[in-house]
């Protein structure tokens, strides 16, 4: 390091410490490391890493990170699985995770002004406490903030009933790069102000600016719900299971499958005495008001999952049964940890119709770059979460799994699908971007970017490069 | 002029660019040059690339095309690009053409055993294309969120002329920045819809509505307060006050109530009883529940006439309050606009505390409406409420800084300012 970035670097921090305070500026080598990852396993080094608590500070670091021309990296919690809060070149990590005010909870309105550190979990452990919810909860409700799930637009196991992060966001207040903060939306849908930037922002990966509030929409928890549990032979006919069911005009909350691989690396972690022998489980809820039509529903589905010769057929009857049902999908994702060291998480979406040749690809995807591979996926949205495991300190075995990848990627996009159903394309994907859209399309997405950050000082190099 | 004119003609042939009797297409009092139908997605982009080049305006409609700032310029009805492509049971999306009729798709896909929400603007009028263009969040965006979500891949012609493809058949899609739902409500200013997918729902099991005469339409709000204080969320929870309510129930006497019930058979019975009930608890004189499916569609019809004759308007205001306040957004829109019965309607969508009353000054109403509104959770809806809004806070620089980025979107698209020109921030 030279000593004229060395007098910069003091300078960037006493900046950041005269904004934020001493407690909310992080440049500690250890810390500064922690800050470097995400969810996947790509890295760098911020700068620093601040914490502002208030849009003001916000609005303060913004103003004199682009006067010095410091790049900006907004974060939550960190586990975004597509490299989006990566330390970029000369930049600082903005953190939201200490802008964590419930604001308000307005619940005959149906509405909540929260800040952006605020943690999923939390505000349905609240709410809970009053008969709401907040719908859309990625598996990673418990860590991750209410920033990162706008930032990503994620979606989670009710996405099929219920819709993404994108559909209970009634408008937002946002700072960008020119320091300017808007408030878009209002506490109901009528209110944008003539383009919709509350969607735009939604999904944007903190390249567009820096999210300070959002007012969310809540409401009464459903008043039942049933849960049921299937085991199969193979995928395709937990596959056929999820088409006949849509098709019998069932929209359920929750359609989750898990493969042969995820049920095993699950049963080592939880002993719940699932089948280890079963090629596919596959969770099926579904709820709505308590007049019967739920019995009826559940009798249709257990006719139509039978028609797929089930292995086991479980209906829940009590919290305890319907808590067993969830915790192997739950535990998934961290229980391959037992089988490899890494693992890389792809995001593929295909047409529901496409999920028999999805499961098929994958499976061939396994044995052509010779990898397990287990497959979870939220199967009434035709979203994979193909669980690719290895150990990244073989680069041979590394370097296959990224050609695994590419091949899962076009795997969807020639079944006329999308390389991410709801983690975001950050770093990670961004070499694939040209595969899936026309460069008229990209640039579209410029013409965006422009618009709200012309300088690029917003997360820049993610999504595409301007 | 002339010379883009016959440059159409020989792009869409002849008898595809109108220049005499072309009021039935236009809506407004200006004059374009012409009115072009185009036939193809190819044809739309050469049409907007000549536009273009030749700096000549260009407005779209399904079937009527509004004309503001179009004086000389190009009207583009999609009338010729009028069917559905595709529909695709399995996966529940359908491809139709932008002006294919929106009543005509909901219709054809109902006897397909498939649904798409999302009302018609003006019944009588509104394409596929305008329902996604306006994004207007209709009556039933409560229980099935606003027309937005339901886009889920389109194909466009940009305003230079270049066509431009996004989304897929999956429902959900995070690759790239969101243009898929973003271009609902944009009114053709980012470019011309030439092919749209939307996802479907199953076609409701059972459907019932619920129709109550009543005193007055704050009555109605009472009842609607009652209804949601159970818990109960229906597709549609309106109420107009007695002229357009004819259209709903011709002889009704006072205001009429317009709850429609989507729900499996047993919750639709229920629900419809106890809605009936707290209709009747808060003042009906007369209710009706229908389930025939002619005796639906009917009433349905009606609603959605009385529905384009709010929407077709200019003297109106609309502004939302908290679900819970729509009694007081009653009570403030009296003190602004006089006494409601009186007027030539007013209507609440109430579960999405959606507040319409007919304004002889709208402008000035606007601004106490939106100052009353606002202590009530909600604002007059769209730009103007945003700039209401940021009046209330004496922030005008919250309020330019909304429109320098509206402008910048715009500018980065359509540079020449070619399309919609009668939209202006
Ligand atoms: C075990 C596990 C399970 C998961 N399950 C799901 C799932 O079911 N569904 C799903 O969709 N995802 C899932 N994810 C991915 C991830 O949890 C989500 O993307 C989550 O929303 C990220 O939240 P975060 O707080 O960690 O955000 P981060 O990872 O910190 O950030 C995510 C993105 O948002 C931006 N951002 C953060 N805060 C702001 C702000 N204030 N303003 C502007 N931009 C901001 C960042 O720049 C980044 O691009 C899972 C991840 C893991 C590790």
Redesign the pocket.
Known sequence: MTVAQKTDQNTLVEALINIAGEQDVVTGRVAMYAYGY??TLLFGVPRAVVFPESTQEVVDIVNYCRSTGVNI??????????G??IPVDNCII????R?KKILEVDLDNYVAIIE??V??YDIQEMLAKYGYYYP??????K???????????????KCFKYG??RDYIYGME?VTSDGKVRWVGGRDYCSEPFYDITRM?CG?????????KFAIRIEPIPAAKRTMLAFYNEPVDAAQSVADIVAAGIVPTTLEMMDNLIINTAEDATGAGLPRDAGAMLIIEVDGPAYGDLDDQVKTITEVVKKANPKQFKIATTAAEVDACWLARRVA??SVAHRAPSYS?Q?ITVPRSEFPQAVAGIVQTSKDYDLDIGILA?AGDGNF?PLVLFDQRNAEQSERVHKAEAALVKLALDLGGTMS????V?LLKKPLLPNEYAPVTIDAFRKIKRAFDPINR??PT?IFDL | MSQIVEQLKSLLGADNVITKDMTKYLRGGEQPAAVACPGTGEEVAALVKAAADAGVKVNVGGAVVDTTGLSGGIAVVMKRMNKILEIDRNNLTCWVQPGMPHKEFCDALLKEGLYFPPEPYAVSTSSVAGCIGIGDPDSKAFKYMPPRTYIIAYEMVLPTGEPMKIGSKCIKC?SGLDLIHFIAGTRATLGIFTKILVKLQPAPVCRSIVLADLPNITTAAKAFLSIQKRRLFVSRENAITNKLGQHIWSGAKGAVAFVDIEEFPKANVEYAKIVEAELKIAGATATKIISDEKEYASAELGWLKAREAVNLTDKKVRFTVGASNVVKGLDAAKGVVGALEDGEFALIEAQLGKVTVASANPEADAVKLNKAAMPLGGNVSGLLGSKLRCDEYSDQAMFDNITQLLHNIRKEFDPKGILAPGIQF
């Open positions: 995400d969810a990296v907004p974060r939550g919690a960190g586990t975004n699985e597509s989006g809060t903005m953190n939201c995770c802008m952006p550190g943690v999923n859309p909860d990625p598996a990673s409700y860590a991750s903030t209410m920033g990162g799930n706008v930032g990503e637009c994620s979606g989670g196991p993404v992060t946002f922002m944007s990966e903190g390249t567009l600016g820096y999210m300070t994702i961290g998480m995001d939220h979460h159903g709801e983690h975001g950050g917003m997360n993610k | 995070v």
